[in-house]
């Protein structure tokens, strides 16, 4: 079984499922709902590591409230290694508000509290512990990101990062070599300036971020269309699997962790892509954050149910 460290965010997500979303100044009275779910951009992937059959060693930070209680019992009862996260008495857990349009469309502000006071003696000593691989994403701070990349290099422990949320002023250059660097349409084009609208955007815009980040792969993820693989040379759209779209929250992230997970097993980037499309689309067709990743077995057998249905 593949052992990752994930070194990222934990949130409790306030989501309000409405009609639409008030434009400045208006009220709305909406009919919908609102509940609270186990979100953050690191949390939803270590559930998806979980689900998908590693044993995710998940490194976050917590404040000492109750949404960090929640967040805590939630990553013992998916089996996670909780031995690194930490919790801070003077700060919030990380809190996420998003808003969920009918066509499944969200709009997300997160206030990150303990999550930007991960601390660098407490990533060094998980690099220590020498997991399969390290994946990342930019929900934390920054210093705790470059700090687990340079050692996880050191350390010849293959590093993949998920580039969400976006943000240009990130310093890829102090990135070491990655694997896999995956951003979605608005986090490629926040960093390239490069809209990756068809084809040839994609690879434009790979072309640029190589020139920005050192990785093996570049996987741009283009939602409704799928992902763009390029390996420096060669690219290719994998298109996904037609699924409803009830909520997209969480897809991107279930998608990148599936992605690692399944080229760590087979080597395969192609049919990692295949089953990372996989998790995307049944996650799209569920509500919530956490709540809507699926485990193996549901990926397993939707992908053979589609290759029957061919
Ligand atoms: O990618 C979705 C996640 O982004 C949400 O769960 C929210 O917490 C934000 O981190």
Redesign the pocket.
């Known amino acids: 079984m593949k052992r990752i460290l994930v070194v990222s965010?934990a949130?409790m997500?306030m989501v309000m499922n409405v009609d639409f979303v008030p434009v400045g100044g208006q009220t709305v009275i909406d009919k919908g709902s609102y509940s609270y779910v186990p979100?953050?951009?690191g949390a939803?992937s270590a559930v998806a590591f979980s689900r998908l059959g590693a044993k995710c060693v998940f490194l976050t930070k917590l404040g000492k409230d109750a949404n960090g209680d929640a967040l805590l019992s939630l990553y013992e009862k998916e089996g996670m290694d909780v031995s690194y996260i930490k919790r801070d008495p003077t700060v919030a857990s990380?809190l996420?508000a998003?808003l969920v349009e009918n066509t499944g469309q969200n709009r997300?502000i997160?206030f990150p509290g303990a999550n930007s006071k991960i601390e660098l003696d407490t990533v060094s000593e998980a690099i220590k512990s020498k997991p399969d691989a390290l994946y990342m994403q930019f929900?934390i701070n920054y210093d705790a990101i470059i700090h687990a990349a340079n050692e996880a290099s050191k350390a010849g422990i293959p590093i993949f990062i998920d580039a969400?949320?976006a943000n240009k002023d990130f310093p890829l250059d102090k990135l070491p070599e990655v694997t896999v660097f995956s951003p979605n349409e608005s986090e490629t084009e926040a960093f390239t300036g490069i809209a990756p609208t068809s084809e040839e955007k994609c690879k434009e815009a790979a072309l640029k971020l190589l020139d920005l980040v050192k990785a093996k792969y570049i996987v741009i993820k283009l939602g409704g269309r799928g992902a763009y693989i390029f390996d420096g040379v060669n690219g290719v759209i994998k298109a996904p699997y037609d699924m409803p779209v009830i909520d997209t929250?969480?897809a991107?992230?279930a998608f990148t962790a599936a992605l690692t997970l399944e080229y760590l097993r087979s080597g395969d980037m192609m049919s990692a892509c295949d089953f990372a499309n996989a998790a995307g689309s049944i996650t799209v067709s569920r509500h919530g954050?956490s709540s809507s990743i699926p485990n193996e077995a549901e990926v397993t057998e939707f992908l053979n149910l589609r290759r029957e249905n061919k």
């Open positions: 965010s949130n997500d979100g953050g951009k939803n990380g996420a998003i997300i997160v929900e969400g949320p929250t969480a991107g992230d954050a």
